[in-house]
């Protein structure tokens, strides 16, 4: 009778001890878990707006170059890409601006105005882009990407996109 009281106190024990251990193992592991993962799986933003500066500052109807760079994080890597918008102001108005991808559309080398020849040339293939960005020689199966624009209180900015 007295082995069967010990059985039963010891096992009532056990059970409480194993419920009170998972307990706490959740309370700390589970704010741990979320800490570990989250990085993991945040939804990163990949759209943005980037200021060019004042819109004034671009010359008429030559394209100029400006270079900007965006950090991507994924998980725990964080990689810093470069790109470049071509600004193509083809009247004075607020209105009347492009800008495009210097990106070419083939194989992603970087294009390039020149004067010369009134084009924006991929060394890559000999490709040719014109001021509209379309495509007049060379592989590229696409026109240059077009930024969405807008321009507040005389500032260019452009919406990024991963292209
Ligand atoms: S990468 Fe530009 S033409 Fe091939």
Known sequence: MTDSHEVQRRDFVNIILVGLSSVIGLIIGIPAISYLLSPAVKIREEEAWIPLGPLDAYPLDQPTLF?????????WEKTVNSFGACVWRYGAGESEVKVYSNMCTHLSCRVSWTEETNLYVCPC???GFN?????VAGPPPEPLYEYE???EEGVLSIKHMEV
């Open 67 to 75: 270079s900007y760079t965006r950090t991507k994080i994924n998980g």
């Open 131 to 135: 001021k509209e960005g379309e495509v």
């Open 125 to 127: 293939h000999d490709a």
């Open 149 to 151: 624009t807008k321009v």
